[in-house]
Each structure stands twice: as structure tokens, then as C-alpha cells.
């Protein structure tokens, strides 16, 4: 068991609110830290409407009868070991337990972990790192959510390096619960494993990130995907569905990109192209970015490697996985 057992979670959005919930759902001391009376007036719907979601889901798991169903909530319970009763009582513990705060000072002080998960802004990050770093006793590990800001962007700011990292959830935690557990240059060995345990003892599936890495592990691999299959269509070579089909029947996976750009949104997906479009340049920056350069010879040894002990997939029984 890790050594964190108190939370403090700084912003309460979409993701902050998610966060806070779920770690207070599996027993952790929970605080919200908020900046204003007019954050908590825009928190505590959130919350409210989070306990109702789990109620929903709960009364929907009952009827589940395999792991990979998609009303299966893998944060709310272990496939097999589902207590509704337990389930119940502990969404209607964690949502009492949550406390917001607006003190700053007062909502670190004895905290071990604080997850900071405010808008995506990175002076308004830098200045609030700034701020709590003297505030936070020596034992504290911070860590950050955000999606696009590269940790070590703040690492000066925070005023422990060893102890700071990255920690990055996916929207819906209770279901989609990965949580990418990120390094940077600085970050301790300690600190980056007691990280990954707490990402376990709140149930996510952690991963690691061992170096920083723009995208982390999901995005590097689905916005390039996204904008190849959008690009197919865009550019006349094929349709939609034939792209996704290509996708699905091609490798197995349950969707291809244009039914995971219906799950988004159409809106969503336009204004992000509208973005990039009225920013001359920002997409290839930011494909390259995500995208490391094709390294063909270290591909090779991988596989040779593999295929040397006879791993030669499903066929021989193992590959890069056993079956
Ligand atoms: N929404 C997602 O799907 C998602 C997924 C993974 C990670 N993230 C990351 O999580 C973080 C939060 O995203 P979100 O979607 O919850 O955003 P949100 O806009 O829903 O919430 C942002 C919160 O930050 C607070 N805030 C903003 N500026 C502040 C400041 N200067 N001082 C104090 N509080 C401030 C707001 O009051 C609000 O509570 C971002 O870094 C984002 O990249 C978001």
C-alpha cells in the first residue's frame, strides 16, 4: 500500500471533480481546493451529478455478465467481485467525505498527494505552482493532469523536482480508467512508484511513461490515427465506413476512427480542425511532435528478437503476449 492517504485535488472541473470523487469513492481523505465561492457554486453540481451517476451505474452492472461489456465500470468494481450494497455505500461515503476548500494553505497542509487539474493555461499553471510551493510540507508529491503541457514546463515552479510528475487520467474515470503515470527529467524513482500505486489503490489501470512524452501513451497513438482517417475521406481516397471496416476488420479493434469521431462529436472534431486551419503550421508542429521519427532498424531488432525465441504471436502461443 502506498503512503498517501491524504488527497488534495486543485480545481474542480470536468476532470478535478472526477478525481476527487473516485479517490474519496476508494477511501482516500479527499479535499477539493477551489479558488473562489463562485468555483464551488460550479463544483458541487458536478459532484452532485457524479454520485447519481454511479448510482446509475451500479443498478446497470447488475445485469452485466462479461468484463468487457461496455456498462462494465472496471473504477467501480472488479468483474466477479461486484457488491452492488458495497458499491452503494461507498459512492454515498465518498460524496459525503469530499471537502471543498478555498484556503489554500489550509488544503495542503498535512496533504501527501496534490493533483493539480486546473484549466489548461500554462501561466495560470505556472503562477499556481508558484503559489503552493512554499505552502506544501516536505513529504508532499504533486503532480499534474494536463493533456498538453509538458510537465517539465513547470518543474522550476514547483520547487520539487524529485517529487513532481505527471498523473493523467481519461474523462469518465470510472470506466475508462487509465491513468498514465509520467515522469520527468527530475522525477525520483520513489516518487514516481508510489504514484503508480496510488493510481492502482484508486483502481485505475496505471501506465507507465517512463520519459516525457507529448500525447503520453493514448493520444500519441489516437490523434495521429484520428487525422489519417479523417485526411482518407478529406482527400477523396475512401469513404467513411470503408476506412473504418479497413480499420476493424483489418486488426480486430471494436471501432475505427469516424465511429470514435461520432462517440467525440462532429462539433468537437470541427473545431479542432477549424483550429488548426486558422493556425497556419500548428498541426504539422504538433504531428511531429506527437509522432517520434521512424526508427526501421530498432523495429527490426525488436521483432527479430522475438522471433528468435519462437514468439511468433498467437500462432505459436506467444508474442509480444502469451495466449
Ligand atoms: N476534460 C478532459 O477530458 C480531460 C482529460 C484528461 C486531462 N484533462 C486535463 O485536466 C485539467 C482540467 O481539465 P478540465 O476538463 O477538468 O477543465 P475544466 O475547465 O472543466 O475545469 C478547470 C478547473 O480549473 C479551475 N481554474 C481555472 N483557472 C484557475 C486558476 N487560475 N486558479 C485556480 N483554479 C482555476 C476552474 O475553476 C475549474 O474548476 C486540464 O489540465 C486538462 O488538460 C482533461
Redesign the pocket.
Known sequence: MSEIRKVVV????????QIAFQAAYCGFDVTIW???QG?IG??QPKLDKLKNTYFEAIEKMKTVTSPVDPDWCRGIAEFGKFDADACIAATEKAYAGVKLELDLAKAVADADLVI??????QE??S??FKMLAPLMPAKTILV??????LPSSFTKDTGRPAKYLAL????SIWKQNIAEVMAQAETSQPSFDAVMEFASEIRMIPLPVNKEKAGYLLNSLLIPFLISGLDLVANGVSDPESVDKAWKLGTGAPRGPFEIFDVVGLTTAFNIVEKYQKVPGLLNPLLKKMMMPYNFKAQKALLKSYIDAGKLGRSSGEGFYKY
Open positions: 486543485a480545481g474542480g472541473g470536468v476532470l478535478g471533480s477551489l479558488r473562489s468555483s460550479r463544483c493539480e487539474s486546473m484549466a489548461e493555461v495560470e499553471k503562477a499556481f499534474t493532469n494536463s493533456s498538453s503541457l493523467h487520467f481519461a474523462n
